[in-house]
């Protein structure tokens, strides 16, 4: 519970952190929509506001947040494109990048350099007392709304 916790509070951080308002976060997903999921969150973006390459950017570091955060908070450095509970969020930027390179090859490289980053974004203070602070919240009360998520996050990052 503690990991998904990490997981989506990191996925949330990042989202609010690039400009997208996060609609929701829980820990305890509704799961009559699809395939069995320990976590969720619903990220609200306003496409006007960037350019597809720009949007592109920010919603594959929001993809890789939620496997990073999670490596963080366990201390075991995998990468994300080889744990099959990250599988989607991998998938999801692998798709992403489709747009930026055509090269399999170069959208790995770019993926990689993308992780890379977030570890050393996410581990810097006060990132991390942010996101740590949104999972003790969710661990909590399994379910933080926009606002709630918005105070938690601007309590650390002014």
């Not at 450095?77 to 090269?103: C, I, K, Q, R």
């Amino acid at each position: 519970m503690e990991l998904t916790a990490y997981h989506e509070a990191g996925h949330a951080f990042m989202a609010i952190l690039l400009g997208a308002k996060v609609r929701s976060v829980t820990i305890d997903p509704d799961q009559d929509d699809g395939p069995q999921r320990f976590g969720d969150t619903q990220i609200l973006w306003k496409r006007s506001r960037f350019s597809d390459q720009e949007f592109c950017v920010r919603a594959i570091q929001v993809s890789l947040a939620g496997p990073v955060a999670e490596m963080l908070y366990s201390g075991d450095p995998y990468h994300p494109g080889l744990v099959a509970e990250w599988a989607n969020d991998w998938n999801t930027a692998w798709e992403l990048t489709e747009t930026m390179f055509s090269s399999p090859r170069k959208r790995i490289e770019y993926l990689e350099a993308v992780t890379l980053q977030l570890y050393r974004r996410l581990d810097a203070e006060p990132n991390w007392s942010a996101l740590a602070s949104l999972a003790d919240h969710l661990l909590a009360h399994e379910t933080l709304e926009h606002d709630e998520v918005k105070d938690i996050v601007n309590d650390w990052i002014h």
